[in-house]
């Protein structure tokens, strides 16, 4: 496997594998875990070349975010890299990755504006710039991401398909501890209590799924509201659990769903103690 900390020398790697195949990528902040895991499966068994970046972007994190203490077990990511037999990793050093000359930031207004865009403002401008950067740098005919993180998949396919990147997203299914909650880099920070508290939000997130497809396809736009609304008062009954914002909304869009909607999702972001956690569920 190779290793690569400077992103000409891991550009010019990823264009000679480009010519003999097609080349899938996986862009993660790192801690990885069966969710990233599954990513590179995926991308192992769609392409020839399979290509990781590990790399805890600053730009994406708020003054008042975590960047400073998110776990970066480098030594034991790329031995998990290794065993998945990725082809290569890219390492990009912060200093080498932005110069003192970086000033590109690259803006969604549509799509990002609300939910988690809303609670972190410049996190989407964080995470575009850099994917921007990353699909540059590795040219890949396929990037694989999590349905966990279901905004930033429609936002950066939104770039993908606004900026002509030539690129596919495949957007994966999200990977869950046995409990349900979905697996997360940031569950390290949750105590054992509060990890049982928060296998909670999945188990709501099933039961709204269920209702949901208990209703006929003729009463579902009336009675979305009802349903947020049900979502909403399991979700005040769990410990600790602080939400931010609990949505049923257009899967292609994020708008308020309609009679004619035809895919819905229902989005959760909240804090559990400390801990800032995300979840959805396609309807
Ligand atoms: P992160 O390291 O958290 O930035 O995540 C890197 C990629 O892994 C993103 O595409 C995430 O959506 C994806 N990912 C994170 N957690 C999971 C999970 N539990 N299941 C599937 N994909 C995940």
């Known amino acids: 496997m190779k290793i690569f900390k400077n992103p000409g ?30 990513l590179i499966r995926k991308s192992k068994k769609t392409c020839n070349k399979t290509v990781v970046s590990i790399f805890v ?21 790329l031995s998990l890299c290794r065993r998945e037999k ?10 080498g990755f932005y110069g003192d000359d970086f000033s590109i930031h690259i803006q969604e207004t549509r799509l990002s504006s609300g939910f988690c865009g809303e609670f972190r403002p410049g996190h989407f401008s964080g995470v575009l ?5 990353l699909l540059n740098c590795s040219q890949p005919d396929y990037v694989f991401m999590g349905q966990k993180d279901y905004q930033q998949c429609l936002v950066i396919r939104r770039l993908m398909q606004n900026l002509n990147f030539p690129v596919t997203l495949m957007m994966c299914p999200t990977v869950r501890e046995k409990s349900g909650l979905a697996m997360s880099s940031r569950n390290q920070y949750l105590s054992p209590t509060e990890k049982k508290d928060a296998a909670l939000i999945h188990q709501a997130l099933r039961k709204t799924q269920h209702s949901y497809r208990q209703q006929t396809a003729k009463f579902r736009g009336k009675k979305w509201k009802q349903l947020r609304n049900d979502l909403r008062s399991m979700l005040r009954r769990i410990n600790n659990f602080v939400p931010q914002y609990v949505e049923i909304v257009n899967a292609e869009t994020l708008e308020k769903p309609d009679n004619k909607t035809e895919k819905t999702v229902a989005l959760i972001a909240g804090f559990l103690g ?10």
Not at 9 to 38: A, D, I, R
Not at 129 to 133: L, N, Q
């Open 129 to 133: 710039t850099v994917v921007a950067k």
């Open 9 to 38: 020398s891991f550009q010019k790697y990823c264009l000679s594998v480009k010519k003999k195949g097609t080349v899938g990528f996986v862009p993660t902040m790192g801690c990885l875990h069966e969710g990233h895991l599954s």
């Open 274 to 283: 400390k801990t800032r956690l995300i979840d959805n569920i396609i309807l």
């Open 86 to 95: 990725a082809d290569a990793v890219f390492i990009p050093e912060n200093k």
């Open 57 to 77: 972007n600053p730009i994406q994190f708020g003054p008042k975010e975590d960047f400073h203490r998110y776990p970066r077990p480098l030594k034991n990511d």
